[in-house]
């Protein structure tokens, strides 16, 4: 599945919207699972889309950058960790997260591990440059990374 085969969220207007690193492709793995979960529920945005900045002008690229988002159609807005809790209540196939993201105290934790996994999310799928570091993309920069390694950054 291509990000292009992800439903639209001007083709479904009904639905929440994730806003994913299109970029990414861990995250794309992540997404692709996501759809098979959702069950025609959710519509995904990649954070390069213009559209973005567009809908969701309090958003900040770094902000984008550090997680997913999920938008619920009544605007509600959730991030990284706090969008999988939001995603366990309305999706059944993760009801069965729910708990574990609903126990007292445990957010915390979760949000640490999530925000762990992100920064590490080019390196995990093997887009990382031959000495070994990897970096996230900049706002309009087409090859990962290029602005930073060229010192313009």
Not at 53 to 80: C, I, K, N, S, Y
Request: glycine share 8%; charged share 25%.
């Amino acid at each position: 599945m291509l990000a292009a085969d992800l439903p639209d969220p001007d083709a479904h207007p009904q639905r929440d919207i994730v806003i994913w690193d299109g970029r990414c492709r861990f995250c794309r793995q992540q997404v692709e699972r996501l759809e098979k979960f959702s069950g025609g529920r959710l519509a995904y945005l990649s954070l390069h889309d213009p559209r973005v900045a567009a809908r969701f002008p309090e958003l900040t690229h770094e902000q984008l950058m550090e997680q997913m988002w999920v938008v619920t159609r009544d605007g509600q807005m959730a991030g990284g960790a706090d969008a999988v809790r939001v995603l366990s209540r309305r999706l059944p196939r993760l009801w069965w997260l729910a708990p574990l993201l609903h126990l007292p105290g445990a957010m915390p934790l979760w949000r640490w591990l999530y925000r762990w996994f992100a920064r590490r999310r080019y390196r995990i799928a093997g887009k990382c440059d031959p000495d070994g570091t990897c970096h996230l993309h900049s706002p309009g920069d087409q090859s990962q990374g290029n602005a930073q390694r060229n010192g313009k950054l």
